[in-house]
């Protein structure tokens, strides 16, 4: 090449300038790098530039681990291979991680590294993000096999009997002898913190008093489900430091639905998030502390499936709630299954098999039918995985769901925040955020969609429960 290994600006380098017009050949470690790896820059003279990767394959190189020059000219995301390549290995096999330097030797990366790529993907720290992972597979173990209890926490990887019970209970909100009892019961009680805030909670799921699949009757929350074993009302009732969930079916449930119910209820109760995190860094905020201060233990709470969620994001693209809730009603009342006189949101297929016409003569505008039978269909079909996007890589989700004709960014990031969980969501162009950051920060104009990102990347990682407060701000200046 024309370029010699001394002649070109590292600064302009690590911005990603030169990458996919030469790549760095380092000869004494035998790898071949994008001008941009972060790795630590190899002598001149151990240097050898190529044009393609196979001139450097046929010099014997091979690829970065780090930077993955491999996946860059397969026009492939490197991190999002690489956080998707650590999942699939420690859900395979969590027991053979035991901290968050496992984690990082497994990529190839240093700590920081990892830290910036959970941070980015799964909107966790790593250490969170691991312990999410073990308690998961243990809750897959509980509730198909026999083993003691003790033995399951040590076989995902927990070091000690009542470190995997704190954190067990922590995040599901069950001791891990009371998740296996879904088993045989139709009846369970989630343990509530002490900060835990029912206002917000029970408002949420009574934002459309006609709704045909959820509502609340004083401080109990009834939600029609579709499970395995056929339509049930899972009944959320908040007695002092519990919520009692009971379900309600004509057939006995098995395991499967019962775990489905345990899961809807923590999500529509708000617990995917920790909240402990976010109000330590706004007690730091001058503006934002007051506004939290109203609402210490204010959560997010969920769709309880994803589909769900999916479809309200889309409904509710630029009409307000009121309308938005009689729409859904209508999609709903079409569609979903019957269940003692509710209805269960329909599963994708279901609203997939609509004519748009069923929905235009509902007030459903042309194009927005066709959004939301298209965003089924792709469901229905395989193409997207509604049900496990907070599984995975937030990144790769929204570039999933942009990809689907009808949704923006605003619709991606409200249902990444409200259907899939993520905790460092802010749906740039709601005009609700806009308004209230335009109170906060005392400002003559609203932010316009570009001003919102820049506002709301102040309070990531956690963006989602930011979004929550500056909305719930609203109602006080009402």
């Known amino acids: 090449m024309n370029i010699k290994p001394s002649s070109w600006d590292r600064a302009l380098a690590r911005e990603g300038r030169y990458d996919g017009k030469f790549l760095i050949g380092v000869l004494t470690t035998g ?4 001008p941009s790896c972060a790795a630590r820059p190899p002598k001149p003279e151990n240097v050898r530039l190529f044009k393609t990767e196979e001139e ?14 491999d996946l860059f000219y397969r026009g492939e995301d490197s991190d999002i291979s690489l956080f998707e390549g650590l999942v699939s290995r420690v859900r395979a096999a969590p027991q053979n991680f035991a901290d968050v330097f496992a984690l990082a030797q497994a990529c190839g990366v240093s700590q920081t590294k990892l830290g910036e790529l959970m941070r980015d993907h799964a909107h966790l720290a790593p250490a969170q993000w691991l312990r999410r992972e073990r308690v998961r597979a243990a809750c897959r173990q509980l509730l198909g096999g026999d083993e003691k209890i003790m033995d399951v926490g040590f076989s995902v990887g927990f070091e000690s009997e009542s470190v995997f019970h704190r954190q067990f209970l922590a995040l599901t909100r069950l001791t891990p002898g009371a998740y296996r009892a879904l088993k045989g019961t139709s009846v369970f009680l989630v343990q509530l913190p002490p900060t835990w805030r029912e206002t917000e909670i029970l408002a949420y799921h009574a934002r459309d008093p006609e709704s045909l699949c959820e509502r609340v009757d004083g401080r109990s929350i009834f939600k029609a489900l579709a499970t395995p074993d056929g339509a049930a009302i899972l009944e959320i009732s908040l007695e002092g430091e519990g919520a009692w969930c009971r379900a309600h079916a004509s057939a006995k449930l098995g395991r499967d639905s019962m775990a489905l119910l345990h899961a809807s209820a923590l999500k529509m109760l708000g617990f995917a998030n920790e909240v402990a995190g976010f109000e330590a860094r706004a007690g730091r905020d001058e503006r934002l502390s007051t506004v939290v201060a109203r609402r210490r ?14 479809a309200w994001a889309i409904i509710g693209q630029q009409v307000n709630v009121k309308f938005a809730a009689a729409l859904r009603r209508e999609v709903i009342g079409l569609a979903g299954e019957q269940v003692e006189g509710m209805r269960a949101h329909p599963a994708a297929a279901r609203v997939a098999a609509l004519d748009p016409k069923e929905l235009t003569s509902r007030k459903f505008s042309r194009s ?43 619709t991606a990031r409200y249902m990444l925040l409200r259907g899939a969980g ?18 906060l920060h005392q400002s003559p104009e609203r932010p316009d969609v570009k001003e919102t990102e820049v506002l ?23």
């Open 368 to 410: 927005k039918a066709e959004y939301v039978i298209e965003a089924a269909r792709q469901v229905a079909d395989g193409r997207l995985d509604a049900e496990k996007l907070g599984d995975g890589s937030a990144s790769a989700a929204e570039k999933a769901l942009t990809r689907i004709r009808g949704i923006g960014t605003w």
């Open 456 to 478: 709301m990347r102040e309070y990531s990682p956690h963006r989602s429960l930011a979004t929550a407060h500056l909305w719930a701000s609203l109602r006080d200046a009402a």
């Open 422 to 439: 993520f905790a460092d969501c802010a749906p740039a162009g709601d005009s609700a955020l806009a308004t209230a950051l335009q109170r």
């Open 297 to 310: 233990g204010l959560r997010v709470p969920l769709t309880p499936t994803g589909f769900d969620g999916l």
């Open 31 to 34: 790898i071949y790098c994008l």
């Open 56 to 69: 450097a394959k046929a010099a014997g190189l091979r690829a970065c681990k780090r930077c993955r020059p």
